[in-house]
């Protein structure tokens, strides 16, 4: 059966964003489908987001749920084919970015929009040294000489706090612990000073104390330079110190949007229910711990109606046939929780009962 | 759909296409043989191969069952130099006539023992004399190692033709042992190399050490545990080398020094045959082109088990 | 980086005196003798062969003869040819630049076509182009050079009357194409086949996404990033197989009479010369050894990963 999604309900914007003056970068109704030997894996399927200078937007979920693959679409790095753009658009200050052509994209990457990857080792080149890989920023798009660049490339690494930074702008990734590459990363994403930074699991690869420093220095720097941020991550913990509002993504959909803090204390989607429970708590010592049970769907047959029903506690009859949209969640009341919205068909009971 | 650089970046979006299955078909737990004989019935470069290969084991061994004709009988008066005659269908007279006038076709059936016995059991050998060598030096380490390998740089560091060409001068009757022993004798380096890789690499996995913990002997660390799973690039080398032999034993023949009359074999008809080739470039062409695709058979078989043995290339 | 090319070096001399020995054996160990080479059919007095033998110091035991050889060698005499008389170094001199020259021509064609097929084929890797090339690079290598030595003597020679079939005294390079292209063909599909690999995997790894990432235009990512690190595995080959070229160029040149060294190991194997092929072989040697010490050195600078150790 097809799944056509005919959600389009935007994610509310998060109170205090300025509206007249619009979202730095905003997806809507993207769809991303990759032609494979097994079929057409339906990676993301109608994703709306938007994110504003100076804010940060949290995207959860499990891998395989459209998060990284909705961040590549938006950098334009994308492997196409088989990746594949059916439906959609990225607009990054009122243009979309997919009619733009080649070199306009080209020109925004880096420059205007600029990616943190989660494992800095593979992800810097090993053969160049981190300043050339740092300068070239500077050279690429400023045209600036290769001294000027190596001068620039130290003052960046000594801003993201990498001790030495001089006798160390000749060195290779691989004489970095895990913690430097990742600032290095950072510093190279920072370079041009880019209006938005989108960060794919920044510290998933890194050790829980470097975590935190890295996770710090990243939110320093947004807040220094006030760019938007798209923090990619399946860790709850990352999420709640810097993210203003969070997008909860299961099987290529948003299923749940909320500013931050009112997604811990009220989920109103079982799936996020479920992801909240998982995390292990300390009052909770000896019990046993929660686990969603089931696996996340095959991307090539996403179960009919809400993705989520084979694997959910509450699901009734009809989460197995209809798609449940994204709405907007309210108070019992009816008063309007600003910035919530909630795809299940029973948010009520998720969040009230 | 503007996207730079489409094909630059072929990177498979880690999330996507990897999703586990949900379907409920767990497949039974495949080893990396049954995995990559899986793969290879699927691979039409190896079905080519494998068929073609058998095709010529098959001549190899029993050439009457292709031709009635002598390939040693001689009849000048009436065959010199005869054009073949490509309608003829494994006839006498398919490929001509050499300048003695003895059947092409007859003397190509009978040549392929020549060629895919040399090349088959100087394979054997040196994958014997190779893996044994190599598995030693790469796991006992130390002074064997220093001791194999050196004596590994040694006959690597001479060229495998100039080698075999010193050796094969040096007799005058060359049966086609001689011919064996003089290419297994120069030819095992290469293997020894690979298996002594292999073997450094697989000493180290956990299995192996958790052998060693258990107390298992070294003779069954070597034999039960580094051996099946060291041989895989092993068996892709001696598939290629194998190849490689085909060509080596033509070339040694077609310079004088390896088989010689009154064997047969396409070497030796390629040598007599480059008197002809202004006038007759047939009967040079049809032996070489025997070589060619037996070459040609066993490098494909060896790169279809390189690609089904090797998952990082899937 | 000094001491480990002293170390590099320190190896390099067991490996030099085993092979010189195992050539020198091979050649005076096996049956075969070069002084009865000489008479040829012609029944000779034994005593005047043992008193010739003695003489030309063919009488000693092996080590012995081995030891007077090295001890030549370092003083700069690869010694005398028994039958002309002429000392090997001349003859070596006369030979080794052609087939110097040979080898080169056809190192160069390698890495020129190779390279470049194997870049035109992993940019796209698995479609129909880079399947194409596949099959060729097979078909390259699945052809004997004494084949396709032939093939090109036939078409271009014969046929076409482009080139001569065979190459003057003084070799010169544009009569040195057609054997160079034969000579490097093999290790052109190799090379191709190397890039094309080492490109196809380059071209799927994280740092050329975060190049793309970076916006850079494409050919700085291709030219920059992706040569770069596709090149490492295809410069190792490269350096060893510059001394098989030379080994093969003893082939190539038999088939297109090019009096390089490879015509005079024939001529030296045929009369059993052995210093004549002993002191070719050590030379040849001599080249593998310092050529592969070159690609580990030159290993080290393209990949800032690799420690010397």
Redesign the interface.
């Known amino acids: 059966m097809t799944i056509i999604d005919h959600t389009t309900a935007d994610v509310p914007s998060p109170h205090g964003s300025p509206e007249d003056s619009g979202p730095l970068l905003e997806v809507r109704d993207l769809h991303?489908e990759?032609h494979?030997r097994?079929g057409v894996?339906r990676?993301v399927n109608g994703v709306n987001y938007s994110v504003s200078s100076g804010e940060t937007l949290a995207v959860l979920g499990e891998?395989?749920?459209?998060?990284?693959?909705t961040a590549?679409a938006i950098m334009?790095?994308?492997?196409?084919?088989?990746?594949?753009?059916p439906q959609g658009e990225i607009l990054y200050r009122g243009r979309d970015?997919?009619?733009?052509?080649?070199?306009?994209?080209?020109l925004i990457?880096g420059q205007k929009i600029a990616m943190i990857f989660q494992d800095a080792l593979s992800s810097l080149n090993p053969v160049l040294s981190v300043g050339y890989q740092l300068g070239e920023m500077f050279r690429v798009h400023q045209g600036l000489s290769k001294k000027e660049a190596k001068a620039k490339a130290i003052e960046l690494m000594d801003r993201v706090r990498i001790p030495a930074a001089k006798d160390r702008v000749n060195d290779y990734p691989h004489q970095f612990s895990g913690g430097m590459r990742q600032r290095i990363m950072i510093a190279m994403a920072l370079a041009l000073e880019p209006d938005l930074i989108i960060a794919d699991e920044p510290t998933t690869a890194l050790d829980v104390t470097v975590q935190a420093q890295v996770m710090d220095l990243l939110a320093e720097l947004q807040r220094e330079y006030n760019m938007g941020l798209i923090l990619i991550t399946h860790d709850l913990g990352v999420v709640a110190d810097v993210a203003d509002k969070i997008a909860v993504m299961y099987a290529g959909r948003i299923v749940e949007t909320a500013p931050v803090h009112e997604l811990y204390k009220r989920p109103a989607h079982p799936y996020t229910r479920g992801l909240l429970d998982s995390i292990p708590r300390l009052d909770q010592k000896g019990q046993e711990l929660y686990a969603i049970k089931?696996?996340?769907?095959?991307?090539t047959?996403i179960p009919a109606g809400c993705a989520f029903n084979?694997r959910c506690p509450s699901a009734q009859d009809i989460c197995r046939t209809d798609i449940p949209a994204l709405l907007s969640v309210t108070e019992r009341d009816g008063t309007e929780l600003p910035g919530r919205g909630s795809a299940c068909h029973f948010w009520k009971e998720t969040i009230h009962g | 759909?503007?996207?730079?650089?489409?094909?630059?970046?072929?990177?498979?979006?880690?999330?996507?296409?990897?999703?586990?299955?949900?379907?409920g078909k767990v497949g039974k737990p495949r080893s990396l043989w049954s995995d990559a004989w899986h793969d290879l019935r699927r691979n039409p470069l190896f079905v080519v191969s494998a068929v073609l290969i058998l095709f010529l084991v098959t001549m190899a061994a029993f050439p009457q069952l292709f031709t009635s004709a002598d390939p040693r009988y001689a009849d000048l008066a009436k065959h010199y130099l005869q054009k073949p005659n490509w309608g003829h269908f494994f006839s006498e007279d398919w490929f001509g006539y050499d300048i003695q006038g003895r059947s092409i076709y007859a003397r190509v059936v009978y040549g392929a023992r020549a060629s895919i016995l040399v090349a088959i059991v100087v394979t054997g050998l040196v994958t014997v004399l190779g893996t044994l060598v190599g598995m030693l030096a790469g796991y006992f380490g130390g002074w064997i190692d220093t001791i194999l390998s050196?004596?590994t740089?040694?006959?690597f560091?001479?060229?495998?033709?100039?080698?075999a060409?010193?050796?094969l001068?040096?007799?005058?009757e060359r049966s086609i042992w001689v011919v064996i022993l003089s290419l297994a004798f120069l030819g095992w380096t290469q293997i020894a190399r690979v298996a002594r890789g292999s073997v450094l690499t697989i000493k180290q996995a956990d299995y192996v050490m958790a052998a060693k913990a258990l107390g298992a002997s070294t003779s069954r660390i070597l034999l039960r545990h580094i051996m099946p799973n060291a041989i895989a690039p092993v068996i892709v080398v001696a598939t290629i080398a194998l190849?490689g032999y085909i060509?080596a034993e033509?070339?040694l023949s077609?310079?004088g020094?390896g088989l010689a009359e009154p064997a047969v074999s396409w070497g030796v008809d390629?040598s007599s045959g480059?008197e002809q080739?202004?006038n007759a470039?047939f009967v040079?062409?049809i032996p070489?082109v025997m070589?060619?695709?037996t070459?040609?058979a066993f490098?494909?078989l060896g790169?279809a088990v390189r690609n089904a043995l090797d998952p990082k290339?899937r | 980086m000094g001491r480990y090319v002293a170390r590099r070096l320190l190896?390099m001399i067991?490996?030099?005196i085993?092979?010189t020995l195992?050539?020198f054996s091979?050649?005076y160990a096996?049956?075969?003798d070069p002084v009865r080479a000489l008479a040829g059919e012609q029944t000779v007095d034994p005593a005047q062969i043992a008193a010739m033998k003695k003489d030309l110091g063919l009488d000693l035991p092996l080590w012995h003869q081995y030891w007077n050889y090295m001890v030549g060698l370092f003083q700069g005499d690869f010694g005398t040819q028994i039958a002309s008389g002429r000392p090997v170094a001349d003859i070596i001199s006369e030979a080794f630049p052609i087939t110097v020259r040979l080898t080169l021509f056809a190192f160069t064609f390698t890495v020129l076509v190779g390279i470049s097929i194997g870049v035109f084929a992993g940019?796209?890797?698995d479609t129909l182009r880079d399947r194409g090339l596949l099959i060729l690079t097979?078909?390259l290598?699945?052809?004997?050079?004494?084949?396709l030595g032939?093939?090109g003597?036939?078409f271009f020679a014969?046929q076409l009357g482009w080139v001569n079939p065979n190459v003057s005294g003084e070799a010169n390079w544009n009569e040195l194409f057609l054997p160079a292209v034969v000579l490097g063909s093999l290790s052109l599909a190799y090379v191709a086949r190397l890039t094309r690999?080492s490109i196809?995997e380059n071209?799927?790894?994280?740092y050329?996404?975060t190049a793309?990432a970076k916006g850079l235009p494409?050919r700085r990512?291709?030219g920059v990033h992706?040569m770069r690190n596709s090149m490492i595995p295809v410069v190792t080959f490269l350096g060893t197989d510059l001394?098989?070229l030379?080994?093969?160029a003893?082939?190539t040149e038999?088939i297109f009479n090019v009096k390089g060294v490879g015509y005079n190991?024939?001529d030296a194997?045929?009369h059993?010369e052995g210093a004549t092929?002993v002191g070719i072989?050590t030379l040849?040697?001599v080249v593998?050894?310092v050529s592969s010490l070159l690609v580990d050195l030159l290993y080290a600078v393209l990949d800032p990963r690799i420690r010397y150790a």
């Open positions: 991303v990759f494979t097994d894996a990676a891998s395989g749920s459209g998060k990284s693959v590549q334009g790095i994308l492997d196409m084919p088989p990746g594949r753009i970015m997919l009619t733009m052509s080649n070199e306009e994209r080209r990457r089931g696996l996340p769907p095959n991307l047959r084979p | 759909m503007p996207e730079a650089l489409k094909d630059t970046v072929k990177d498979q979006p880690a999330e996507a296409p990897v999703a586990p299955r949900t379907d050196r004596v740089d040694i006959f560091a001479v060229p495998f033709m100039l080698g060409m010193v050796v001068t040096s007799f005058t190849g060509s033509a070339t077609f310079l020094i390629i480059q080739l202004r470039a040079l062409i070489s070589v060619s695709i070459v040609l490098i494909m790169d290339l | 190896q067991p490996v030099f085993g092979s195992l050539v091979m050649m096996l049956p075969g940019m796209k890797a097979l078909l290598i699945s052809v004997p050079s004494f084949v032939f093939l003597q036939y014969f690999t196809a071209l799927r790894s994280d050329m996404r793309v494409r990512i291709i992706l001394g098989a030379m080994g093969g003893v082939v038999g190991i024939f194997l045929r059993r092929v072989v040849i040697v593998y050894l």
